[in-house]
């Protein structure tokens, strides 16, 4: 069985569904830590007029703290601060090709009512993902009986033998963090995953600029060519 752990993140940029699209199972990995700066409540958008040809939105919080979990981290009750994000992104794409029905599912991800961070991201993955073709089972880590002692690697490792993962898949981020060796030992199969670097896409007349939210990858493709960006990848 085919295995992925990540953090929930915002709305992020094509190689995070790559990874979901590939897997059986996908375990939101909810009950580690909150990283401040991390792309759990912000991500990139184009932006005109910007000299990087971006910007960031970010998802307002309430008193978010390293020292707490995904899941013990809740988004903000400030409405303005949501409007204005809706207005950031409407600017950037309202005429894009695809904009009224992706800018619906931004509006519905953004107004519904889940305040705590993890699950109001799951929210978003499963409305993205109903739009562009993907099944995966989505599996909140914090629902899964296991030993909560265990920390980085050996968690991992722990939640695949619980799940009976035989092949664990993660992003490129991981690199430097996980042994594939220790993986082996343990009857699992470690697999990189890497966005290829050709995945490109006409935004407006704009000189490309890769990476972006998934938002932007919907503006300007239809779910036909989204889908097959979601092959566009190498496993290492």
């Known amino acids: ?45 184009l932006m005109k007029g910007k000299e990087e040809g971006w910007a960031y939105i970010s998802l307002p919080l309430n ?23 809706l207005k950031s992104i409407y600017s950037s794409y309202c005429k894009a090709p695809f904009f009224k029905d992706v800018f619906n599912i931004v509006e519905d991800i953004l ?4 305040k705590q961070l ?52 993660s992003a ?10 220790e993986f082996a030992e343990h009857g699992i199969e470690f697999i990189f995953l890497k966005a290829k670097d050709s995945i490109q896409y006409k935004q407006f007349d704009n000189q490309f600029v890769p990476w972006l939210s998934i938002i932007d990858v919907m503006m300007f493709n239809s779910v036909d060519e989204i889908q097959k960006m979601l092959n566009e990848y190498e496993l290492l």
């Open 1 to 45: 069985m085919k295995l992925g752990i990540m953090q929930p993140y915002f709305m992020p940029y094509i190689g995070y569904w790559q990874m979901m699209n590939v897997v059986d199972k996908y375990v939101i990995y909810d009950d580690v830590n909150y990283k401040k700066g991390s792309w759990s409540n912000r991500n990139r958008i």
């Open 63 to 85: 008193k978010a703290s390293q020292n707490k979990k995904y899941n013990e981290t809740f988004i903000s009750d400030d409405k303005k601060m949501i409007e204005k994000l």
């Open 111 to 114: 107004y519904n009512d889940e």
């Open 118 to 169: 993890a699950r109001f991201l799951r929210y978003s993955f499963e409305k993205v993902n109903k739009y562009i073709g993907i099944e995966t089972e989505l599996i909140m880590s914090s629902d899964i009986k296991k030993n909560n002692e265990l920390k980085l690697e050996k968690k991992i490792i722990h939640i695949c033998e619980v799940m009976k993962a035989d092949q664990y898949y």
């Open 172 to 181: 490129m981020g991981g690199w430097d963090l996980y042994s594939k060796e």
